[in-house]
């Protein structure tokens, strides 16, 4: 549980650092922009975690994160969390699973998600025309910098 804590903590503090940032994010290409702009599944990730793993989470861009409900919202910043947790820690997604299944550690590990939530409000606000993918990868680089 520690570890899968720090890797969430790791997360929100490299995506505040990116919301914090004043340059401007990378404009997506033409082709991210296009498949951002399909249609959003409908269905409530929370219900359905097929609908969840449909979506393409990484290309939406503000536009999408402020079109999608709460529900939607939060299973795309646990896809998020569990992107950069998989590329820090072997087996994340499957132990952060395994770790839910104690209701008190779901609820620790769901209020961790809507923490995170928050910060990628404050990303969007900031980088409107960037992409989760691009917090992403830039939170890889920036937890690979903490690591060195």
């Known amino acids: 549980m520690k570890k899968i804590t720090l890797i969430i903590v790791t997360v929100v503090l490299c995506a505040a ?3 914090g940032c004043s340059a401007p994010a990378a404009v997506p ?7 951002a702009s399909q249609p959003v ?10 609908a969840a793993a449909d979506t393409d989470y990484m290309s939406w861009t503000g536009a999408e994160w402020n079109a999608a409900t709460d529900a ?3 299973a795309a910043t ?8 998989d590329s820090i820690m072997d087996n994340y ?7 839910k299944t104690n209701e008190a550690v779901k609820e620790q590990i769901d209020a961790q998600v809507k923490s995170l ?8 606000e900031n980088s409107p025309e960037a992409t989760l993918s691009q917090l992403v ?10 690591a060195s």
């Open 72 to 74: 939607e919202q939060f």
């Open 117 to 124: 939530q928050e910060t990628i409000d404050t990303f969007f």
């Open 29 to 35: 290409s033409e082709s991210a922009a296009a498949s």
């Open 93 to 99: 997604t499957q132990l952060v699973e395994e770790a």
């Open 137 to 146: 990868e830039a939170s890889k680089q920036a937890a690979e910098g903490m």
């Open 41 to 50: 599944e409908t269905t409530e990730p929370a219900a359905d975690q097929s």
């Open 78 to 85: 646990e896809a998020v969390l569990l992107a950069i947790g």
């Open 17 to 19: 650092m990116i919301a």
